[in-house]
């Protein structure tokens, strides 16, 4: 089992940033690809962001492109997503996704760990 615990969500104003932090716990953290997905109000929750297990193969949905970076310290066993340039349209509720397979991660499909979710709200 692999515990994930999301944590730096909260309300910012547009152009803003926030970073994301997500702590796993259990199995061993380097042996994951990691995501973050979100989901917004009335929204299917979707891709936002992948890092395979030794921080290669990283990749971005089009509207994080830019704006959104995704890293990870396996010695702290932590993912992070820094979000700079926010938009209104960016506010959503964000979860962290663990997985064996990168290609699992990307397709946001069978994936087997999640986490609660932050909520994060951009102000116009």
């Known amino acids: 089992q692999v515990q994930l615990v999301e944590s730096g969500g909260g309300l910012v104003q547009a152009g803003g940033s926030l970073r994301l932090s997500c702590a796993a716990s259990g199995r061993t953290f380097s042996s994951f690809a990691m995501g973050w997905f979100r989901q917004a109000p009335g929204k299917e929750r979707g891709f936002v962001a992948a890092?395979?297990?030794?921080?290669?193969?990283?990749s971005y949905a089009d509207s994080a492109k830019g704006r959104f970076t995704i890293s990870r310290d396996n010695a702290k066993n932590t993912v992070y997503l820094q979000m700079n340039s926010l938009k209104p349209e960016d506010t959503a509720v964000y979860y962290c996704?663990?997985?064996?397979?990168?290609?699992?991660?990307?397709?946001?499909?069978?994936?087997?760990?999640w986490g609660q979710g932050t909520l994060v709200t951009v102000s116009s």
């Open positions: 890092i395979g297990q030794r921080s290669i193969g990283l």
């Open positions: 996704a663990a997985d064996p397979s990168l290609v699992t991660i990307r397709s946001g499909i069978g994936i087997d760990y």
